[in-house]
């Protein structure tokens, strides 16, 4: 063969082999590559063999194992400083220090507080993650959720609302538990909103507190969700008695066409007043609401609880998948973000719980303690939970509609809290 020829195959195999994502997994941290990867196949199976929150975690999954593997482009992240030049040297990792986020340069030197500079995204992903950036897909999610609740039971039984706002207290307990683990209270806030049982409000929350932490808090706060069945009965049981938990609720009354449809503007202009920074989660919430129950618009109301509510989600998972890359998410902080998302969904439970027994005290027997336990924002799971601890001992006994309004009065109150921490850490 010519030598002039060989050289030039040379060269261009060289050429191919370094452009491949095999060379450059290897090179550059192919280890934490392929635990990422690992985890995005965990997150797969779990969603669809086990069912667990298919549709938030299998477009999540697929958005981790896509930006985990190299050279895809898919996410990138590039910095400009505060007179919007971009800066020179290429980023290596992100850090964090003395409680802020920073950048590391591949000399290993210059330390550079994110304060001071604003992150772009591109690629595929990149640029689908402005929609969590700007707020956007978790408020289209709430008013998808908003335009298929009922807030009848709540309306028909006010007295519920105490019981979806007792169960917050795993959200602010938790908060005060993560400040001594070494989280600055932003990042405090963000882990502790995973105990309202709401993912789009814990996205949208750690987006403004501590967008570093996104994919862990959001994974954390899905993964939980999908476990209610799981974490609450054990808490109730432990919590109430056999006598109590047999106890059976008057039925509700009907609630009129007239104050379903004042409730989502009553509930807009007095918490909006009340705890404006949480405006975008109620006011998308209570359109939501509103539409469906003005009944005028059945277009508007089909596509926001079917069509729409999917295609945001879809988006969602994904971008929010995407930011699981190996530098952010193999630390030991995620470890406590998991345990620490764990404990707030037990104190949330049990809140909701302890207030009912109060309730059950107070009004001589007619509250079931266990409906406090669906005041969490996970619709309607946690109600379903609560139903079925009432039938295994009672069969008779059918809690599911008095239930239903804790926990929609839930979602009002994380979307509250949120808009409390916001305010307070933003």
């Known amino acids: 063969m010519i030598p002039a020829l060989s050289n030039n195959l040379g060269d261009f195999f060289l050429g191919f082999w370094n452009s491949t994502g095999i060379s450059a997994f290897f090179s550059d941290g192919g280890w934490k590559n392929l635990i990422m990867i690992a985890i995005a196949c965990l997150l797969l199976y779990l969603a669809i063999w086990k069912k667990a929150e298919p549709y938030l975690l299998i477009p999540m999954g697929i958005g981790m194992l896509l930006v985990n593997l190299p050279l895809s482009g898919i996410f990138e992240t590039s910095y400009v400083d505060m007179a919007g030049n971009a800066l020179s040297a290429p980023i290596l990792k992100e850090v964090h220090y003395s409680g802020l986020l920073g950048l590391v340069y591949p000399n290993g030197e210059m330390v550079v507080d994110t304060t001071q500079c604003s992150a772009t995204y591109s690629g595929l992903l990149g640029t689908l993650y402005y929609g969590i950036k700007f707020e956007i897909y978790p408020c289209l999610i709430f008013m998808g959720i908003g335009a298929t609740t009922d807030f009848g039971p709540l309306i028909s039984n006010p007295k519920t609302m105490l019981l979806g706002a007792a169960a917050q207290l795993g959200i602010f307990l938790t908060f005060m538990l993560a400040i001594p683990c070494g989280f600055t209270p932003a990042q405090a806030g963000s882990i502790g909103i995973i105990g309202g049982a709401d993912g789009p409000t814990a996205i949208l929350t750690t987006t403004k507190l501590a967008p570093e932490l996104l994919s862990s808090i959001a994974i954390a706060a899905y993964s939980y969700m999908a476990l209610v069945p799981f974490i609450q009965p054990p808490v109730i049981r432990l919590l109430t008695t056999k006598k109590e938990r047999r106890i059976h609720m008057e039925m509700l ?48 109301v089909e596509n926001a609880s079917n069509s729409l509510l999917y295609i945001v989600t879809i988006l969602l998972g994904l971008t929010v998948g995407a930011t699981a890359t190996a530098a952010n998410f193999l630390n030991v902080k995620t470890l406590l973000i998991f345990g620490l998302g764990i404990i707030a969904f037990v104190f949330a439970t049990a809140g909701g719980v302890l207030l009912g027994k109060l309730m059950c005290w107070l009004t001589h027997g007619k509250v079931n303690p266990m409906i406090g336990a669906a005041g969490v924002s996970a619709v309607p799971m946690a109600a379903r939970v609560v139903q079925k601890e009432g039938v295994r001992e009672d069969p008779s006994n059918f809690l599911l509609m008095h239930a239903m309004g804790p926990n929609v009065a839930g979602v009002i109150g994380s979307a509250v809290a949120a808009g409390l921490l916001i305010f307070l850490l933003g």
């Open 253 to 300: 009354k009907p609630v009129s066409k007239t104050k379903k449809i004042l409730f989502p503007i009553i509930v807009t202009i007095l918490v909006t007043l009340l705890v404006p920074s949480c405006a975008p989660l109620i006011g998308c919430l209570m359109f939501g609401n509103l539409i469906k129950e003005s009944g005028v618009v059945p277009k508007l």
